[in-house]
């Protein structure tokens, strides 16, 4: 019998993604792939494998899963409420689940999306080159209770028990932003007002774009109204017809006619896509050469996150204090040894 992880009830954006497709953009489809793809890096390490491999994305909540084999998973992404049937799951980590046990993940606890990683990855064919859902181009749909998810060959079924401490993604802060197409028809006083301004993360949202909030006048870019329709890409910093800042991400337009003031770095666009309604954000401009020079692609991620796995239970052999701890009551250095 294959192994598969059977949905009971799904979280309402619960999504197949991977790294996207690159090179269709004449098509009129946008990238796609994980809104944060540093979490699919650190599934990927934890378990051991490569970075081929789709996993789940949840936004709101995750769900309720059954495995119906033994199977790994890797828990990474905004950090969620897990369970195990009714013991409770670190994230940021890899856990082995037997057949007929369950799998219960819950909302966020800060951030926007989570990812359940599977080893083997999840087994079906792909579709121009990717296995990501892409539902603003039509490609695949929202999964849903009653569905199941076949499990690849894991090549390193043994390999689980894992920790990876993850970057701070989850609570806004600076962001770091390329001058765009448009960037000169804004005002050098437009351009200083727009990074002093402090924003905020609206309500309106999805994995096509976020909107932004803040206090004080509308941006404006001269002529605006002039613009023709040119190409768009993820990251992109749009200034809507009301003057505010919309933020393009995975599953954004190929095309638009607002002006833009700017285009995140990928290297902060998990930061960007992460920022929870309220999460407070502002902008820096950087030149080319310096986000080249800052840019750590996924090959070069996953290798400095290979290094950084710890395991959930520390061999005692390995702790050189070990006669500092009160084994007898169970009470140790929260920082040697993590809970599963």
Known sequence: ????????????????????RIGFLEFGLSCGGAADPLALTEGAALLGQGLEHAALEMAGFGGEFEATGEMRIALTGAPMVARLDDAPLLWNASHRLQAGQRLSIGAPQAGMYGYLSIGGGIDFAPFLGSRSTHLAG??????????????????????FGNYLSPSDRFSGGNIRILPSAQTDLFSAEELARFTATT???????????????????????????????????????????????????PECQTTGGYPRIGTVVPDDLPRMAQAAPGTVLKFDFVTREVALKAHVNHAQNYRALMGKIAPLIRDPHDIRDLLSYQLISGVTAGSENHDT
């Open 199 to 249: 924003f905020t993360r609206g309500a309106r949202g999805n994995r096509q774009g976020v909107a932004l909030e803040f206090d004080g006048c509308p941006f404006a870019a001269a002529e605006q109204l002039f613009l023709l329709s040119e190409i768009m890409v993820v990251g992109d910093i749009q200034m809507t017809g009301e003057g505010a800042p919309f933020i393009l991400l």
């Open 1 to 20: 019998m294959s192994r598969a992880l059977r949905i009971h009830r799904a979280g309402p954006s619960l999504t197949v993604q991977d790294f996207g």
């Open 138 to 159: 039509g490609i695949g749909q929202t999964l849903r209770g009653g569905d199941s998810l076949t499990a690849g060959h894991d090549a390193a079924p043994d390999n």
